[in-house]
């Protein structure tokens, strides 16, 4: 079965620094999509980052890449500049070409300080 | 179009009461997914459709909940017999379901159920 682990359940970085959040998944699969989602409290759910397995480049998009690791099955996400409006919670999210439907880890709440 | 929206907010029920949600997809996508997601964990697949057809259900969707989606627009999530175990956000999402995005998912604001 595939699995999708986030195992720092909190993470704090000073405003303007860098921080990174992990994520492990467990797959079988060769053709598959893993994202990141922002959630901030009370609020929905905001897509950050998508990679496509098939892609060896990292993803980036302004402040927030990755570092995808096929081999490995790791897929961390780097925010860079921190600013308070990052402080969220953030999923991990995986699916296969075909099934659609996301496979989330527990999440990371992230703290930004002033 | 401003995106994924859903109805109520909120929602507080008695325990054996039946509720039903309602999700309006963004308009030219035509998946649309069902989640449950509890406090500290992430979502639960529910169940996902393609236009009106109901592809996939999880085995969280007991009997008790029924999801429709008429003429491939919005979908209602039915909860009949109400149980406090049932209490949690619920979120629908969508999808383009062609194209190199079409697995990017767009989330609702959620309906968070309160079951007392």
């Known amino acids: 079965a595939q699995t999708v682990t986030q195992s720092q359940p909190e993470m704090s970085v000073q405003e303007a620094e860098t921080v990174t959040l992990s994520c492990t998944y467990d797959?079988?699969?060769?053709?598959?999509?893993l994202f990141w989602y922002k959630q901030p409290p009370s609020r929905q759910m905001i897509l950050v980052i998508r990679?496509?397995?098939?892609?060896?480049q990292n993803a980036t998009e302004n402040r927030f890449s990755v570092n995808f690791q096929k081999a490995a099955k790791s897929f961390s996400l780097k925010i860079s500049d921190s600013q308070l409006g990052d402080a969220a919670m953030y999923f991990c999210a995986y699916t296969t070409s075909g099934t659609y439907k996301y496979i989330f880890g527990t999440g990371t709440r992230l703290k930004v300080l002033a | 179009d401003t995106g994924v929206s859903q109805d109520p907010r909120h929602k507080i029920t008695k325990r054996g009461q039946n509720v039903t949600f309602r999700c309006d997809p963004i308009s030219e996508h035509n998946r649309l997914y069902w989640y449950r997601q509890t406090l500290g964990q992430g979502p639960e697949f529910l169940t996902y459709?393609?236009?009106?057809?109901?592809?996939?259900k999880s085995r969280l969707l007991s009997d008790r909940f029924s999801a429709e989606r008429p003429k491939g627009s919005f979908s209602t999530l039915e909860i009949q017999r109400t149980e406090q175990g049932d209490s949690a956000m619920y979120l629908c999402?969508?999808?383009?379901?062609?194209?190199?995005?079409?697995?990017?998912?767009?989330f609702g604001p959620g309906t968070r159920l309160t079951v007392t």
């Open positions: 797959t079988s699969e060769s053709d598959y999509y």
């Open positions: 999402a969508s999808s383009l379901g062609r194209g190199k995005i079409s697995y990017e998912q767009y």
């Open positions: 990679q496509e397995a098939y892609k060896q």
């Open positions: 459709f393609q236009n009106e057809a109901q592809l996939e």
